[in-house]
């Protein structure tokens, strides 16, 4: 009878420690589970931090920048206008601005040209480390728009900030809106772009290259932008015209990218 209630003993004895084993691997279960909780959340919060301190930023910048309908004598004046003496102070990087008129309004910023195409991937223009980076040229180009192509990069931000509306343009139809784009520069011109060409292309794509050695290597460049383009616009860049092409990433892969190639078609001198 001992024995009996010896061996009921030890039974009872490894059920308590197997319950115990399993309240603890609880415990270390939901300490893991608030652990990613916690950790998912503060990523989301600086991520949002993120968003909103760099739309912030830019729209002080622009506050700072834009002189629409007065200059800064008080003075009355039609069009737009661009402080380059005040972004200068704050970014000797400072090249140009580029706007869109009248979509997407979203793009209108400061452009600036790094010493290398890294700083400014996570730099914005008051040199904040931030994702949202800042727009800038590539640096092989020459900073006065003189290049046969002038390349133009910017993020793709889910807050629909930097060059994340360029994606607008795979359709027909907001093109047909919205055909124009503007460059600013500090020796008073502006310089306005027809948009004639848009799409989808690999990192690696002809549609990088800065450089023609002849007009024949132009010609086919000018070709092959017009092939890849989504749609047939109906414009054709000539031997003797100037392209921008502004690049941004796209959610495919990291190596895609979206592209839209403008033409130049005006250039006007602006009065001080």
């Not at 009878?1 to 115990?20: F, L, P, V």
């Not at 383009?229 to 092409?245: A, C, M, N, Q, R």
């Not at 001198?269 to 001080?272: A, I, M, P, V």
């Given at each position: ?20 084993k399993r309240d603890w ?240 078609i005006k250039e006007a001198?602006?009065?001080?």
């Open positions: 009878m001992a024995e009996y209630r010896s061996t009921k003993h030890h039974r009872g004895r490894r059920t308590t420690n197997k319950k115990k691997l609880f415990i270390i279960l939901m300490v893991l589970a608030v652990g990613v909780f916690l950790y998912s959340g503060w990523q989301l919060f600086s991520i949002g931090k993120g968003y909103l301190d760099g739309r912030s930023e830019y729209n002080e910048i622009r506050d700072i920048a834009l002189l629409e309908d007065i200059d800064a004598e008080g003075e009355s004046f039609k069009g737009f206008r661009v402080n380059f003496e005040e972004l200068l102070k704050i970014n000797g990087d400072t090249i140009a601005w580029i706007k869109f008129d009248p979509e997407p309004s979203i793009i209108n910023y400061p452009v600036v040209q790094g010493a290398d195409n890294s700083q400014y991937l996570h730099q914005t223009f008051s040199a904040n480390e931030n994702t949202l980076g800042a727009i800038f040229m590539d640096m092989h180009n020459d900073k006065n728009f003189n290049d046969r192509n002038t390349i133009i990069y910017g993020h793709r931000m889910k807050d629909g900030s930097m060059f994340r509306h360029l994606q607008d343009y795979d359709s027909k139809e907001f093109w047909e809106a919205n055909q124009y784009f503007y460059i600013y520069t500090p020796d008073n011109r502006e310089l306005t772009y027809h948009i004639y060409s848009m799409g989808e292309v690999r990192d690696t794509s002809d549609t990088y290259r800065y450089e023609f050695v002849s007009d024949e290597e132009y010609a086919a460049f000018i070709q092959m932008t017009k092939q890849v383009s989504l749609y047939d616009t109906g414009i054709t860049p000539t031997l003797d015209d100037k392209v921008v092409t502004l690049s941004t990433c796209t959610s495919a892969s990291n190596e895609n990218r979206f592209v839209v190639r403008g033409v130049l001198k602006l009065s001080q």
